[in-house]
């Protein structure tokens, strides 16, 4: 009965189409290379945010935003971040970043490579949309996640799905285990 996190999303409104799902438009700015620049964008809107809170003496709540796949791979990630880091002075333990469990498609010695640089930052991993590809469970045994998102194809149904209720009971005894934090979408 109190909030204890937020998620940062991203949206477009088109002046003539009104909103347009990420789902439409991500594809999109993947494929013309334009991702990472929303990526940190947003990253740094969060920053902003953050710092607004703390100035105005209101309570702050750990904020969780997307990178992409494209934008885990850049060479100078962790240097960036740390840069909007240190300007606008944030704690990183209200920073989570989310990562979809379709980096389980990269290789996972990068995927190692990347989860340990940005761990020995003090960065929060999220492994967002768990649940919806096969690849999941390996992807926690290749990297260290902090929160694991149950997505919320898991757990729409959970009232009367008796079998749906035992798989996420399952998982979240799972991460207990495991030491990861596990929330739900």
């Known amino acids: 009965n109190e909030i204890c ?6 949206r477009l409104n088109y ?3 009104g909103m347009i799902s990420p789902g439409q438009f991500i594809p999109q700015l993947e494929r013309a290379g334009l991702i990472s620049m929303i990526d940190l964008w947003v990253f740094e809107q969060v920053c902003q945010t953050l710092e607004r809170w703390k100035k105005e003496g209101r309570k702050r709540y750990p904020i969780s935003f997307n990178f992409s796949r494209i934008t885990l791979l850049e060479e100078d ?7 909007i880091v240190e300007r606008y002075d944030i704690e990183k ?3 989570a970043i989310e990562i979809t469990e379709t980096i389980g498609d990269m290789e996972n010695d990068m995927i ?3 989860a340990q640089r940005l761990h020995e930052q003090d960065f929060q ?3 967002d949309d768990f649940g919806t590809k096969y690849s999941s469970i390996s992807v926690l045994s290749l990297m260290r996640f902090d929160e694991l998102k149950l997505d919320r194809s898991m757990v ?3 009232v009367e799905n008796e079998i749906s209720q035992k798989v996420v009971k399952h998982v979240i005894a799972m991460c207990k285990d495991i030491g990861v934090k596990c929330i739900a979408e």
């Open 156 to 158: 729409h149904n959970l």
């Open 77 to 83: 990630l962790v240097k960036r971040v740390e840069a």
């Open 5 to 10: 996190g937020a998620e940062a999303l991203v």
């Open 93 to 95: 333990e209200y920073l």
């Open 15 to 17: 002046p003539n189409k």
């Open 125 to 127: 991993l999220s492994m």
């Open 112 to 114: 190692s490579r990347i």
